[in-house]
């Protein structure tokens, strides 16, 4: 696996000090040097020296990172990991020790648009229990292109978060479109795999500039990050569901009923750590009268990865499963109603955590709790 | 390893807890020491149980194989570093917080618990474990008491030696014996705990440690002040000390590491300010308001350009971020940063750190000092490129310069990090080859077949000093 002078380079910055590795969620999972970011630096720096030959066992250490970056809030050394591990599995993704599971994935993708490789047409069946069409008829392009995401058009369980953005919208006047069955994966799992995303890029900035709307939201953070810091700038500003949700409340176009109820607050790496984004959010719960948030003890840019990133789910159900239980284990020491974040994949793994543990403490999206104080309903 | 010795261990750690694939034994190879890395080990055990070690020492001592006892492998002397073909003995998976007694204000461990989150449980108690080596996030505390470690902390409050009532240790040969207890005074035989507490994991595994507690301080306050010369400075840390006022850190950054903070981090620091001192005071509320206050008038009455005294626990915050963005700072400007240490009576501060940018010129080499000034242990960094192994030929010839500077003024070559690989050579030069061959007796006496961590402390016989 070799890397280029600059990348190896970059990997020299790793002083081996170790203080990556008490924050990094897979060595808390596995308990063993070679699952750390510090262990993964040097296996990757001694296959580039030629000392460690490329194999099955090498390829699953690199993508067991899920690419959440905990790692690079303490490391002293600024060693961009996120750069090196792209750079390390682009070189595995090429050749034959890519996991037969993100092989299967890419195929799916390309052939379906989706990431379940089922009809893209599903993508439209959120929408049908909704009280009014939510896509514009007329000419007018549209102030906001909703871009849906894969987890939130296709898992049924998920289905709340987009309709619950669809009512938000239409509540604040705002008038909205999707891509409809033309929406295909935001790329994220082919970069997460370090596997070519032209293609897949290609379609969506065709459709969205085809819109005609100049502003982009994504309630999904993987797609939200994806499109800012991959997808080419095509005069489309970039929003995600909790930046544009926070801007209309500061707008006064949202108003809530009294609420009560106590929640804690999940992170996003793809929302928090890797786009920054903290306080809209926070502002949100904050402009709801009645919720009160408790922070976890790992938050903002410490906040623990729920174990959904990375295609890890594809990879390694059971190292997924045991990073998801320690992210619900930190939220039950609170005392609080519900977990709120405002990504799908998180939301979805952490409620799969709850079902295991046989915990009440269900996690919902952000979207989900603006709607239901919005409407006054009961709290579940 | 051949096939039998590895079905050997196997059979006492369990297949799970035998690690033989390339990329394990590459994570093995290393700790946070900088030198070249090229020796792979045989196989890495993970022991649960005291059981286990020693009947993985046992069996070394019957097949001739060496042991690496290893914490969490954040060593920075290469103490952890294998020898081809030797057994890793990785104990970080044994670490449980067996006690805290709050009767008797001591705690068991067993070696792999973090020191961190050993000291977050205490404090939960309204309890102190003071020694805070700057690795705490990451070491385990029998690393800690293999090193000897120190910390910020150190003037105030000791080191790990201070705090080890007694340990439970499997010796070289397999037999496992207790030293101390929980006593606060016990002197029945030989004081084997004090032999065993920085004994680089060459006399013993620890596996498991009674440690002494103190209550926590009431209250602390911090402050920084900024010197035009490190004189000053160094004449600071003297007379805060000859006032009888005993801060909790006393830390010091030169010139060059103030620099390069203020590079990286932007924090408006006066960048020709030829030192800064970060100072902690803790105890009783009444009276450490009054201190703060009079180690304020010293700086001033030292010559101290800019003092400032944090007056909530955020400003606090942000003025330990200096001394926190030192080594990042540091660790930015070349690929590869060396921290070294060296140790000097405290009125020998200012003279050393002199010495240490003249010899670094000399070499043309980069070296930022910062460290505890008030123990006189200091961390000269040198910032270097590993691969250019002409530079790093002029990096050890400066370090010899500067380890013969330290011990001419009556230093020693190690406060906290060891001796391990890195100062091997030098060991016979500070201690005298008398000493040094009681150390050998001793570890002979105790390894008779050498299998326990060997080529660490000691130059193989017949290398010549």
């Known amino acids: 696996m070799k890397l280029t002078q600059k990348d190896y380079d970059e990997i020299m910055n790793c002083l081996r000090c170790g203080f990556c590795i008490p924050s990094c969620p897979t060595y808390a999972a596995l308990g063993t040097e070679r699952a750390s970011p510090r262990g993964r630096m040097f296996l990757i720096r001694a296959a580039h020296e030629g000392r460690l030959p490329l194999s099955p066992n090498l390829a699953l250490q690199i993508y067991q990172c899920l690419d959440c970056r905990t790692c690079m809030v303490t490391c002293p050394g600024g060693v961009r990991t996120d750069q090196l591990f792209a750079k390390a599995k682009q070189a595995i993704a090429g050749g034959e020790f890519l996991p037969a599971s993100l092989r299967e994935l890419d195929e799916r993708i390309h052939e379906s648009g989706n990431i379940s490789g089922e009809e893209n047409e599903n993508r439209l069946l959120w929408r049908q229990n909704l009280e009014s069409p939510s896509e514009q008829k007329d000419d007018v392009a549209p102030d906001v292109l909703f871009f849906v995401g894969c987890v939130a058009s296709l898992y049924p369980m998920a289905y709340a978060v987009p309709q619950s953005l669809a009512e938000i919208m239409k509540a604040a006047g705002l008038r909205f479109d ?17 596997l070519p995303v032209d293609e897949v890029l290609e379609r969506n900035v065709a459709r969205v500039k085809a819109s005609g709307a100049k502003k982009l939201v994504a309630a999904c953070p993987s797609c939200f990050h994806t499109w800012k810091e991959f997808y080419p700038d095509i005069g489309v500003e970039v929003l995600h569901a909790t930046e544009l949700v926070a801007e209309l409340i500061r707008e006064g176009a949202i108003s809530f009923k009294e ?3 106590k929640v804690t607050y ?9 786009a920054d984004v903290y306080e809209a959010p926070r502002q949100i719960l904050e402009a709801i009268p009645g919720v009160e948030l408790m922070e976890m003890e790992s938050n903002h840019a410490n906040s623990l990865c729920c174990g959904g990133g990375g295609n890890i789910e594809s990879l390694d ?15 039950q020491s609170l005392e609080v109603d519900a977990i709120v974040s405002s990504c799908q994949q998180c939301e979805r793994t952490l409620n799969a955590a709850a079902r295991r543990q046989k915990s009440r403490l269900k996690t919902l999206d952000i979207v989900q709790l603006v709607r239901m104080a919005m409407n006054g309903a009961t709290p579940t | 390893m051949d096939d039998s010795q590895l079905s050997r261990l196997a059979h006492i750690v369990g297949e799970d807890r035998l690690l033989t694939s390339p990329e394990d034994l590459f994570c093995y190879s290393y700790d946070s020491t900088q030198m070249p890395l090229h020796d792979l080990p045989g196989a890495v055990v993970v022991p649960l149980s005291t059981e286990e070690v020693a009947a993985t020492m046992r069996l070394a001592n019957e097949l001739n194989f060496a042991v690496i006892p290893r914490g969490s492998g954040t060593g920075l002397t290469g103490g952890t570093i294998p020898l081809p073909d030797a057994v890793v003995m990785d104990l970080s998976r044994m670490n449980n917080i067996l006690e805290i007694d709050e009767e008797n204000l001591t705690a068991a461990v067993e070696p792999g618990v973090i020191t961190d989150k050993f000291q977050a449980e205490v404090e939960k108690k309204g309890l102190l474990y003071p020694p805070d080596p700057a690795s705490s996030s990451i070491s385990s505390l029998g690393g800690n008491v293999a090193e000897n470690a120190g910390g910020l902390r150190g003037l105030k409050y000791g080191v790990t030696e201070d705090y080890v009532l007694g340990l439970e240790v499997v010796l070289p040969t397999g037999e496992v014996i207790t030293t101390g207890g929980k006593c606060v005074k016990d002197v029945a035989g030989y004081n084997l705990t004090g032999l065993l507490v920085g004994s680089e994991g060459t006399l013993g595994v620890v596996t498991k440690i009674f440690l002494k507690l103190i209550p926590q301080p009431e209250a602390k306050k911090t402050m920084v002040a900024y010197f035009p010369e490190i004189d000053d400075a160094a004449s600071a840390v003297s007379s805060i000390i000859a006032a009888k006022v005993i801060p909790s850190a006393l830390e010091i950054m030169d010139q060059t590491t103030i620099r390069y903070v203020e590079k990286f981090k932007n924090l408006g620091l006066p960048t020709d300010a030829g030192a800064m001192l970060l100072i902690e005071v803790d105890g009783p509320g009444a009276s450490i308001a009054d201190e703060i206050s009079q180690v304020s008038e010293i700086c001033r009455s030292q010559g101290a350009g800019e003092v400032t005294v944090a007056r909530s626990d955020e400003e606090a915050v942000k003025l330990r971020e200096a001394r926190k963005g030192a080594l990042p700072a540091l660790a930015r400007v070349r690929p590869t940063i060396i921290m070294e240490e060296i140790s000097v009576p405290r009125d020998k501060l200012a003279t050393i750190v002199k010495e240490i940018g003249d010899i670094a010129r000399r070499h043309d080499l980069e070296v930022a000092v910062f460290g505890h000034a008030g123990d006189g242990n200091l961390h000269p960094n040198y910032m270097v490129d590993e691969r250019d192994e002409e530079e790093m030929k002029r990096m050890e010839a400066s370090l010899m310069e500067i380890f013969e500077a330290t011990l001419a003024l009556g230093g020693s070559i190690t406060g906290e990090h060891g001796i391990g690989i890195k100062r091997k050579h030098l060991l016979p030069r500070k201690a005298g080859e008398a000493a040094v061959a009681t150390m050998r007796a001793i570890k002979k006496a105790l390894d008779p077949n050498n299998v326990l961590n060997p080529g660490k402390i000691f130059l193989e016989e017949g290398v010549p000093t």
């Open chain 1, 178 to 194: 999707t891509l409809g069955a033309e929406e295909w994966c935001c790329g994220y799992p082919l970069l997460a795999a370090g």
């Open chain 1, 317 to 331: 159900q059971t190292l997924s499963w045991t990073m998801a239980d320690n992210r619900l284990t930190q939220a």
């Open chain 1, 259 to 261: 609420m009560n109820k």
């Open chain 1, 266 to 274: 999940h992170d996003p790496c793809d929302l928090g750590r890797k």
